[in-house]
Protein backbone atom coordinates (compact mmCIF):
# COMPACT_ATOMS: atom_id res chain seq x y z
CA UNK A 1 0.00 0.00 0.00
CA UNK A 2 1.04 3.88 -0.90
CA UNK A 3 0.66 6.06 2.01
CA UNK A 4 -0.07 8.54 -0.40
CA UNK A 5 -3.75 8.83 -2.25
CA UNK A 6 -5.57 11.44 -4.31
CA UNK A 7 -8.46 13.42 -2.87
CA UNK A 8 -10.58 16.54 -3.52
CA UNK A 9 -10.21 19.24 -0.72
CA UNK A 10 -11.85 21.94 0.25
CA UNK A 11 -9.56 24.54 1.02
CA UNK A 12 -12.01 27.67 1.79
CA UNK A 13 -15.90 28.24 1.71
CA UNK A 14 -17.09 29.82 -1.69
CA UNK A 15 -18.44 28.46 -4.95
CA UNK A 16 -17.13 25.52 -6.95
CA UNK A 17 -14.13 26.75 -7.26
CA UNK A 18 -13.31 26.20 -3.85
CA UNK A 19 -11.78 22.55 -4.44
CA UNK A 20 -8.75 21.53 -5.02
CA UNK A 21 -6.84 18.06 -6.15
CA UNK A 22 -3.79 16.93 -3.49
CA UNK A 23 -2.14 14.13 -2.63
CA UNK A 24 -2.76 13.44 0.73
CA UNK A 25 -2.05 10.52 3.79
CA UNK A 26 -4.17 7.23 3.36
CA UNK A 27 -6.01 7.60 6.71
CA UNK A 28 -4.94 4.66 9.36
CA UNK A 29 -7.62 2.34 10.15
CA UNK A 30 -8.52 1.88 13.86
CA UNK A 31 -10.17 -1.28 15.66
CA UNK A 32 -13.78 -1.75 14.10
CA UNK A 33 -13.11 -0.21 10.85
CA UNK A 34 -12.90 -0.82 7.62
CA UNK A 35 -10.41 1.17 4.75
CA UNK A 36 -12.68 0.92 1.42
CA UNK A 37 -10.68 1.63 -1.72
CA UNK A 38 -13.73 3.98 -3.31
CA UNK A 39 -14.92 3.36 -6.82
CA UNK A 40 -17.57 5.87 -6.56
CA UNK A 41 -19.29 8.54 -4.51
CA UNK A 42 -22.08 11.27 -5.36
CA UNK A 43 -22.67 14.86 -4.75
CA UNK A 44 -25.48 16.22 -2.39
CA UNK A 45 -26.91 19.06 -1.28
CA UNK A 46 -25.73 18.95 1.77
CA UNK A 47 -22.52 18.65 0.20
CA UNK A 48 -22.46 22.20 -1.80
CA UNK A 49 -24.08 23.81 1.57
CA UNK A 50 -21.49 22.49 3.25
CA UNK A 51 -19.24 24.02 0.63
CA UNK A 52 -20.83 27.19 0.40
CA UNK A 53 -20.14 27.68 4.75
CA UNK A 54 -23.94 26.79 6.11
CA UNK A 55 -21.94 24.56 8.09
CA UNK A 56 -18.86 26.18 9.05
CA UNK A 57 -18.75 25.64 12.56
CA UNK A 58 -18.82 21.82 12.02
CA UNK A 59 -16.33 21.69 9.11
CA UNK A 60 -13.39 22.47 10.01
CA UNK A 61 -10.44 23.67 6.96
CA UNK A 62 -9.28 22.15 4.94
CA UNK A 63 -11.77 19.38 4.54
CA UNK A 64 -12.53 16.23 2.51
CA UNK A 65 -16.11 16.16 2.26
CA UNK A 66 -18.90 13.58 0.67
CA UNK A 67 -21.29 11.71 1.89
CA UNK A 68 -21.80 8.31 -0.39
CA UNK A 69 -19.25 5.53 -0.83
CA UNK A 70 -19.69 2.20 -3.47
CA UNK A 71 -16.13 0.53 -3.04
CA UNK A 72 -13.67 -2.66 -1.91
CA UNK A 73 -12.82 -3.44 1.22
CA UNK A 74 -8.96 -2.92 1.55
CA UNK A 75 -7.99 -3.67 5.01
CA UNK A 76 -9.96 -4.56 7.91
CA UNK A 77 -9.02 -3.05 11.41
CA UNK A 78 -8.93 -5.57 14.72
CA UNK A 79 -12.14 -7.08 15.81
CA UNK A 80 -13.75 -6.82 12.13
CA UNK A 81 -15.66 -10.16 11.71
CA UNK A 82 -18.22 -9.04 9.28
CA UNK A 83 -16.28 -8.27 5.99
CA UNK A 84 -13.11 -9.15 4.37
CA UNK A 85 -10.56 -7.77 1.84
CA UNK A 86 -11.82 -7.82 -1.75
CA UNK A 87 -15.58 -7.12 -0.35
CA UNK A 88 -17.80 -4.58 -2.22
CA UNK A 89 -19.65 -2.41 -0.16
CA UNK A 90 -21.79 0.74 0.26
CA UNK A 91 -22.48 3.19 2.90
CA UNK A 92 -23.16 6.63 3.81
CA UNK A 93 -19.89 8.37 5.90
CA UNK A 94 -20.65 9.75 9.31
CA UNK A 95 -21.75 13.44 8.67
CA UNK A 96 -19.98 15.83 10.36
CA UNK A 97 -17.64 13.01 11.65
CA UNK A 98 -14.22 13.44 9.99
CA UNK A 99 -13.15 13.08 6.45
CA UNK A 100 -15.94 12.60 3.41
CA UNK A 101 -16.03 10.33 0.28
CA UNK A 102 -14.24 12.46 -2.38
CA UNK A 103 -10.90 10.53 -2.46
CA UNK A 104 -9.51 6.95 -3.82
CA UNK A 105 -9.54 5.58 0.05
CA UNK A 106 -11.76 6.33 2.91
CA UNK A 107 -11.97 4.75 6.53
CA UNK A 108 -15.30 3.79 8.29
CA UNK A 109 -16.73 2.64 11.58
CA UNK A 110 -17.52 -0.94 10.41
CA UNK A 111 -21.04 -0.33 11.74
CA UNK A 112 -21.72 2.15 9.35
CA UNK A 113 -20.81 -0.03 6.28
CA UNK A 114 -23.60 -2.58 4.27
CA UNK A 115 -22.63 -5.11 1.22
CA UNK A 116 -23.06 -3.39 -1.71
CA UNK A 117 -26.43 -5.37 -3.89
CA UNK A 118 -25.15 -7.88 -6.31
CA UNK A 119 -27.21 -6.28 -8.85
CA UNK A 120 -25.70 -2.73 -10.15
CA UNK A 121 -22.64 -1.16 -10.75
CA UNK A 122 -20.66 0.84 -7.90
CA UNK A 123 -21.83 4.05 -9.64
CA UNK A 124 -25.58 2.89 -9.03
CA UNK A 125 -24.31 2.04 -5.47
CA UNK A 126 -22.82 4.85 -4.30
CA UNK A 127 -26.27 6.83 -5.81
CA UNK A 128 -28.19 4.82 -3.26
CA UNK A 129 -26.84 5.70 0.25
CA UNK A 130 -27.59 8.48 1.29
CA UNK A 131 -30.53 9.54 0.06
CA UNK A 132 -31.83 5.87 0.48
CA UNK A 133 -30.84 6.21 4.31
CA UNK A 134 -32.51 9.60 4.59
CA UNK A 135 -36.35 8.30 2.40
CA UNK A 136 -36.05 4.83 4.66
CA UNK A 137 -35.92 7.27 7.98
CA UNK A 138 -38.23 9.96 6.66
CA UNK A 139 -41.45 7.13 5.59
CA UNK A 140 -40.87 4.07 7.29
CA UNK A 141 -39.40 5.03 10.54
CA UNK A 142 -40.56 8.47 10.92
CA UNK A 143 -43.58 8.83 9.09
CA UNK A 144 -44.31 4.75 9.11
CA UNK A 145 -46.30 4.92 5.88
CA UNK A 146 -48.18 2.25 5.20
CA UNK A 147 -50.18 -0.13 3.01
CA UNK A 148 -53.00 1.69 1.30
CA UNK A 149 -52.31 4.80 2.49
CA UNK A 150 -51.32 8.04 0.05
CA UNK A 151 -48.34 10.19 0.22
CA UNK A 152 -47.85 13.44 -1.89
CA UNK A 153 -43.71 13.35 -2.71
CA UNK A 154 -42.58 16.85 -3.90
CA UNK A 155 -39.23 17.16 -5.90
CA UNK A 156 -40.05 13.86 -8.02
CA UNK A 157 -37.24 14.08 -9.97
CA UNK A 158 -34.66 14.75 -7.28
CA UNK A 159 -31.91 12.15 -6.28
CA UNK A 160 -34.71 12.17 -2.81
CA UNK A 161 -37.85 12.52 -4.69
CA UNK A 162 -37.22 9.61 -7.27
CA UNK A 163 -35.82 6.98 -4.25
CA UNK A 164 -38.95 8.13 -1.98
CA UNK A 165 -41.61 7.25 -5.12
CA UNK A 166 -39.80 3.56 -5.62
CA UNK A 167 -39.90 2.81 -1.72
CA UNK A 168 -43.44 4.59 -1.44
CA UNK A 169 -44.24 2.12 -3.79
CA UNK A 170 -42.45 -0.79 -2.51
CA UNK A 171 -44.60 -0.01 0.54
CA UNK A 172 -47.80 -0.21 -1.54
CA UNK A 173 -48.67 3.45 -0.93
CA UNK A 174 -50.72 5.72 -3.20
CA UNK A 175 -47.94 7.94 -5.10
CA UNK A 176 -49.04 11.49 -5.84
CA UNK A 177 -45.60 13.38 -6.84
CA UNK A 178 -44.90 17.29 -7.90
CA UNK A 179 -42.77 17.70 -11.23
CA UNK A 180 -42.73 19.26 -14.34
CA UNK A 181 -44.97 17.93 -17.49
CA UNK A 182 -41.94 16.60 -18.78
CA UNK A 183 -41.06 14.24 -16.46
CA UNK A 184 -44.53 12.69 -15.70
CA UNK A 185 -43.60 9.51 -17.66
CA UNK A 186 -40.14 9.54 -15.57
CA UNK A 187 -41.96 9.72 -12.85
CA UNK A 188 -44.82 7.09 -13.55
CA UNK A 189 -42.04 4.84 -15.02
CA UNK A 190 -40.48 5.10 -11.10
CA UNK A 191 -43.94 3.88 -9.70
CA UNK A 192 -45.89 7.37 -9.42
CA UNK A 193 -49.52 6.80 -9.46
CA UNK A 194 -50.68 10.32 -10.24
CA UNK A 195 -47.97 13.71 -11.34
CA UNK A 196 -49.20 17.38 -10.84
CA UNK A 197 -47.34 19.71 -13.07
CA UNK A 198 -46.50 22.54 -10.96
CA UNK A 199 -46.72 25.13 -13.41
CA UNK A 200 -50.07 24.27 -14.56
CA UNK A 201 -52.06 23.46 -11.43
CA UNK A 202 -51.74 24.64 -7.56
CA UNK A 203 -50.78 21.30 -5.59
CA UNK A 204 -53.45 21.66 -3.21
CA UNK A 205 -56.23 21.87 -5.63
CA UNK A 206 -54.82 19.25 -7.13
CA UNK A 207 -54.89 17.10 -4.26
CA UNK A 208 -57.75 17.27 -3.27
CA UNK A 209 -59.43 16.68 -6.90
CA UNK A 210 -56.92 13.40 -7.32
CA UNK A 211 -58.54 12.61 -3.88
CA UNK A 212 -62.22 13.45 -3.66
CA UNK A 213 -61.47 16.23 -1.05
CA UNK A 214 -60.07 13.35 1.48
CA UNK A 215 -56.64 14.35 1.41
CA UNK A 216 -53.26 12.63 1.55
CA UNK A 217 -51.83 10.61 4.66
CA UNK A 218 -48.54 12.01 4.51
CA UNK A 219 -46.60 14.82 2.40
CA UNK A 220 -42.65 14.36 1.83
CA UNK A 221 -41.33 17.77 1.54
CA UNK A 222 -37.62 18.04 -0.22
CA UNK A 223 -38.28 21.39 -1.34
CA UNK A 224 -38.51 23.97 1.39
CA UNK A 225 -39.88 27.27 0.99
CA UNK A 226 -43.66 27.40 1.87
CA UNK A 227 -44.08 23.55 1.47
CA UNK A 228 -44.73 23.40 5.43
CA UNK A 229 -47.16 26.09 5.71
CA UNK A 230 -48.90 24.72 2.60
CA UNK A 231 -49.12 20.77 3.47
CA UNK A 232 -51.90 20.73 6.02
CA UNK A 233 -53.85 21.92 3.18
CA UNK A 234 -53.16 19.07 1.84
CA UNK A 235 -53.71 16.53 4.35
CA UNK A 236 -56.37 14.10 5.66
CA UNK A 237 -56.92 14.06 9.65
CA UNK A 238 -54.39 12.91 11.79
CA UNK A 239 -51.60 13.05 8.32
CA UNK A 240 -47.85 13.68 8.83
CA UNK A 241 -45.42 15.86 7.03
CA UNK A 242 -42.12 14.90 6.81
CA UNK A 243 -39.69 17.78 5.87
CA UNK A 244 -35.58 17.00 4.97
CA UNK A 245 -35.23 20.37 4.40
CA UNK A 246 -33.61 23.42 6.47
CA UNK A 247 -36.26 25.79 7.64
CA UNK A 248 -34.62 29.30 6.18
CA UNK A 249 -37.83 31.03 7.28
CA UNK A 250 -40.50 31.23 9.89
CA UNK A 251 -43.40 28.95 8.93
CA UNK A 252 -46.54 29.36 10.24
CA UNK A 253 -48.20 26.15 11.19
CA UNK A 254 -51.75 27.03 12.28
CA UNK A 255 -53.52 24.72 9.66
CA UNK A 256 -51.78 21.79 11.10
CA UNK A 257 -53.81 21.99 14.18
CA UNK A 258 -57.06 21.86 12.38
CA UNK A 259 -56.32 18.34 10.76
CA UNK A 260 -54.42 16.93 14.27
CA UNK A 261 -51.37 16.88 11.84
CA UNK A 262 -47.49 15.83 13.13
CA UNK A 263 -44.48 17.40 11.63
CA UNK A 264 -41.22 15.36 11.82
CA UNK A 265 -38.07 16.97 10.66
CA UNK A 266 -35.33 14.45 9.67
CA UNK A 267 -30.91 14.86 9.30
CA UNK A 268 -30.43 11.11 8.80
CA UNK A 269 -29.04 8.88 11.17
CA UNK A 270 -26.73 5.90 9.03
CA UNK A 271 -26.25 2.58 9.98
CA UNK A 272 -25.79 -0.75 8.45
CA UNK A 273 -29.42 -1.69 9.24
CA UNK A 274 -31.05 0.64 6.57
CA UNK A 275 -28.44 -0.30 4.27
CA UNK A 276 -29.35 -3.63 4.43
CA UNK A 277 -32.99 -3.06 4.03
CA UNK A 278 -32.49 -1.23 0.79
CA UNK A 279 -30.04 -3.89 -0.46
CA UNK A 280 -33.26 -6.48 0.17
CA UNK A 281 -35.55 -3.61 -2.26
CA UNK A 282 -32.88 -3.35 -5.01
CA UNK A 283 -31.86 -6.67 -5.16
CA UNK A 284 -35.75 -7.88 -5.76
CA UNK A 285 -36.01 -5.18 -8.46
CA UNK A 286 -37.94 -3.06 -6.60
CA UNK A 287 -36.02 0.09 -6.38
CA UNK A 288 -33.69 0.52 -9.29
CA UNK A 289 -30.84 3.34 -9.55
CA UNK A 290 -31.57 6.72 -11.16
CA UNK A 291 -28.40 8.70 -11.92
CA UNK A 292 -28.68 11.91 -14.42
CA UNK A 293 -25.07 12.96 -14.64
CA UNK A 294 -21.58 11.30 -14.08
CA UNK A 295 -18.17 13.11 -14.17
CA UNK A 296 -14.70 11.91 -12.54
CA UNK A 297 -13.11 13.14 -9.16
CA UNK A 298 -11.27 15.66 -10.79
CA UNK A 299 -14.50 17.59 -12.00
CA UNK A 300 -15.84 17.57 -8.59
CA UNK A 301 -16.26 20.97 -8.91
CA UNK A 302 -18.70 21.02 -11.96
CA UNK A 303 -20.56 18.40 -10.65
CA UNK A 304 -21.58 20.57 -7.46
CA UNK A 305 -22.76 23.14 -10.25
CA UNK A 306 -24.49 20.25 -12.32
CA UNK A 307 -26.73 19.98 -8.79
CA UNK A 308 -26.99 23.58 -7.68
CA UNK A 309 -28.95 24.63 -10.73
CA UNK A 310 -30.27 21.60 -11.88
CA UNK A 311 -33.47 23.96 -12.69
CA UNK A 312 -30.70 24.96 -15.70
CA UNK A 313 -30.24 20.70 -17.20
CA UNK A 314 -33.10 18.32 -17.71
CA UNK A 315 -31.46 16.54 -14.65
CA UNK A 316 -32.88 13.38 -13.06
CA UNK A 317 -31.97 12.00 -9.82
CA UNK A 318 -28.04 12.08 -8.78
CA UNK A 319 -24.83 13.74 -10.06
CA UNK A 320 -22.30 10.45 -9.47
CA UNK A 321 -18.66 11.09 -9.87
CA UNK A 322 -16.09 8.63 -10.68
CA UNK A 323 -13.73 7.98 -8.67
CA UNK A 324 -11.86 5.25 -10.29
CA UNK A 325 -12.23 5.94 -13.72
CA UNK A 326 -13.22 8.97 -16.11
CA UNK A 327 -16.59 8.27 -16.87
CA UNK A 328 -18.20 11.74 -18.43
CA UNK A 329 -22.39 11.60 -19.04
CA UNK A 330 -24.10 15.28 -18.98
CA UNK A 331 -27.21 16.26 -19.06
CA UNK A 332 -28.86 18.28 -21.72
CA UNK A 333 -29.03 21.96 -20.75
CA UNK A 334 -32.47 23.74 -20.94
CA UNK A 335 -33.07 26.64 -23.04
CA UNK A 336 -31.37 28.99 -20.54
CA UNK A 337 -28.39 26.70 -19.33
CA UNK A 338 -25.15 27.16 -18.93
CA UNK A 339 -21.64 25.87 -18.34
CA UNK A 340 -21.92 24.10 -14.84
CA UNK A 341 -19.34 25.24 -13.10
CA UNK A 342 -15.06 24.70 -12.96
CA UNK A 343 -12.80 22.12 -13.03
CA UNK A 344 -11.14 21.45 -9.90
CA UNK A 345 -8.03 23.19 -9.61
CA UNK A 346 -4.31 21.70 -8.53
CA UNK A 347 -2.97 21.76 -5.12
CA UNK A 348 -1.40 24.38 -3.92
CA UNK A 349 1.52 23.97 -1.58
Not at 168 to 183: D, F, H, L, W, Y
Not at 193 to 215: F, H, K, N, Q, W
Not at 294 to 321: C, F, N, Q, W
Request: glycine share 12%; proline share 5%.
Amino acid sequence: MTDQMKAVVLTRFGGADAFELCDVAVPQVEPRQVRVRVHATTVNPLDYKIRRGNYADYVPLPAIIGHDVSGVVEEVGSHVTEFRVGDEVYYTPRIFGGPGSYAEQHVADVDLVGRKPENVSHLEAASLTLVGGTVWEALVTRAQLTVGETILIHGGTGGVGTMAIQVAKAIGARVITVARAGNHEFVRSLGADEAIDPDSADYVDAVAELTGGRGVDVVFDTIGGDTLTRSPLTLADAGRVVSIVDIAQPQNLIEAWGVNAAYHFVFTRQNRGKLDALTTLVERGLVKPVIGATLPLARVGEAHGLLEDRGSYMLRGKVAIDVAGETVALPHATRNGRHPGPAVGACRP
